[in-house]
């Protein structure tokens, strides 16, 4: 397991945090996959056709990422909550659809939380640790994360 080592006021500290405490022992059976009940009513359903209409989420620029090898997309909350996490699947959603999944790192408290995980884990989500991170990536999945 690989353990970050933090400087607290100079000293060093070889202990993990809780995030990486808690996630490392959490397992997602595919990452990336979308379930079918979210593609049908909230990527292109009626939700998804009322945020579009609301937000006019776009995105340019598809061509660049790479398609041989795995990409990671960072970006970052502008204070819309989970807008933007919502915007970025549907367009990746449209732009790909099924022939190339991308899956999204998420603190590792929300696998534990009514509601969030059911939500995490529906969205094809992963634990936002070193491991959860490297592993997707090996697979080649696409990663997007919200720092």
Known sequence: MFIRQERYHGEVSDRPRLAQRIGSSIEVAEPGRISPLVQRWF???PFGACFRF???PRCAG???????????????????????????????NEEFGDERRVTGLAHPMAWYLPGPSQTVQALGAVPSTYEHGLAVLEQGIPTIIFP
Do not use: Q, Y
Not at 63 to 91: F, T
């Open 62 to 92: 598809w061509e660049h990422l790479p398609k041989d090898r795995p990409v990671l997309i960072v970006s970052n909350h502008s204070g819309g909550g989970a807008m933007e996490i919502i915007a970025l699947s549907m367009l990746w």
């Open 54 to 56: 609301v937000f006019r």
């Open 43 to 45: 990527l292109r359903g």
